[in-house]
């Protein structure tokens, strides 16, 4: 059977679990901390690793463990199968999320104009063999948007704020973990275009003016929707196409 395992506080799930992964945890094995003192989301152009607000009491951080047999070269999709299996998870807490819940491509969920979710997804090598990939999401759960820090009350909100309800974390947690693994093995088994038209159906990202990284540079342009390889497509000024394979997108 494989172990969940349920922490009070931890510096970051992701951390737990990627040292897990090194010491041979199976596939499938889970870490929930109801507090993580280092919470991180993904890093931005530049270098710049961002913060995710992680207090007590309220919020789900989950890491799970993937040992995908994969190629490392295409593993990439497996964020976009993590969030379709959050997006799952999350409208089966609360059907009051569906119309408004989608994904921000790569590894964000958004109600509305305002993120709910965001996932990081980190790969542990051997040698040239991809060996596991952690999953990790934070949820912003029942806290008022009221208590976040400042610099994030307008642009973020949480499932109680948007839906007037508590909810119950260990469920979330349980249904969050099941869901992620199964949008990530049919991604593992039958590719990506298996989950594509859903991934599609619920990006908002067609004909927003965004900035992608390229490189360690951003270029401005308007996001053209998800490609057959899960890249986002940007049109530039020039009216050449950009397929942006990984890193920040940024709706202007």
């Known amino acids: 059977m494989t172990t969940i395992h349920v922490l009070e506080e931890v510096e970051s799930t992701n951390d737990v679990a990627l040292a897990a992964a090194e010491a041979g945890a199976a596939h499938g094995a889970c870490w929930i901390a109801d507090h993580q003192r280092a919470g991180r ?149 039958d590719g990506l275009d298996a989950i594509l038209d859903e991934l599609r159906a619920h990006d908002r990202s067609e004909g927003r003016a965004v900035l992608a990284a390229r490189g360690e540079d951003e270029v401005e342009g308007i996001a053209r929707g998800i490609d057959d390889r899960g890249h986002l497509r940007v049109e530039l000024e020039d009216g050449s196409i950009l397929a942006v394979q990984a890193g920040e997108v940024r709706f202007i």
């Open 41 to 189: 989301g993904r890093r931005e152009v530049g270098g710049q690793q961002r913060s995710w607000h992680s207090p007590a009491g309220s919020n789900l951080y989950l890491s799970l463990l993937l040992r995908p047999e994969l190629e490392p070269s295409i593993a990439a999709p497996l964020t976009l199968a993590a969030a379709l299996g959050a997006r799952r998870a999350l409208v089966q807490a609360s059907d009051a999320l569906e119309e408004d819940l989608w994904i921000k491509w790569p590894n964000d969920l958004y109600h509305g104009d305002r993120k709910l979710a965001g996932i990081l997804t980190e790969g542990v090598m051997t040698g040239t063999k991809l060996d596991a990939v952690v999953v990790g999401i934070g949820v912003n759960v029942n806290i008022e948007v009221a208590d976040f820090p400042e610099d994030l009350i307008p642009t973020v909100t949480s499932m109680q704020s948007a839906t007037g309800e508590r909810i119950d974390r260990l469920k979330l947690a349980l249904s969050m973990r099941r869901e992620i693994l199964a949008a990530s093995q049919i991604l593992i088994e």
